[in-house]
């Protein structure tokens, strides 16, 4: 039931944050008041609204991780929802560590599938499959996930 919770919520997070994307004058709190919620269980609206605050308030440093693994796709060109997906991965899987990577990226690779264009789905795994094993790399050289030496 957890995982279907989840999975609900992270739904949710991603339409959210794909408004508060293209409407750059909304708050996420303003956002949040004008998504119909009806129906939804506590533990969903919970996770969601935690999901998007903590994304949206984190999204600059997530883009610039995206930016220092990725070349040739700046995150302002990516398609909004794949994009949104990949922040969501990269949040619940790297930053946050709520969930496994692999997890974090299956999640982010079916919302894409769901919410996003044909190719959408390729595109994030390929995205997300560069920047784990870029961090994987930087972390085996004694560095953060911001590519600061570690003690």
Do not use: C
């Not at 998504?35 to 903590?54: C, H, Q, R, T």
């Not at 949206?56 to 909004?80: A, C, F, Q, S």
């Amino acid at each position: 039931m957890l995982q279907q919770q989840r999975r609900r919520a992270r739904e949710i997070a991603l339409q959210l944050l794909y408004a508060l994307d293209i409407r750059n004058d909304q708050t996420p709190d303003e956002a949040m008041a004008l998504f119909p919620f009806d129906g939804e269980s506590e533990e969903v609206m919970n996770y969601a609204i935690w999901l998007v605050k903590e994304i949206w308030g984190k999204r600059v440093e997530i883009d610039n991780l995206i930016r220092m693994h990725i070349t040739g796709w700046r995150p302002e060109r990516m398609v909004t929802v794949d994009l949104e997906a990949i922040r969501l991965a990269l949040f619940e899987g790297v930053y946050s560590k709520v969930v496994p990577i692999p997890v974090a990226i299956s999640e982010a690779i079916e919302l894409a599938k769901r919410f996003g264009t044909e190719n959408s789905g390729r595109f994030v795994n390929g995205v997300l499959g560069k920047i784990v094993r870029s961090i994987a790399e930087v972390e085996g050289d004694g560095k953060d996930v911001e590519g600061n030496a570690s003690a």
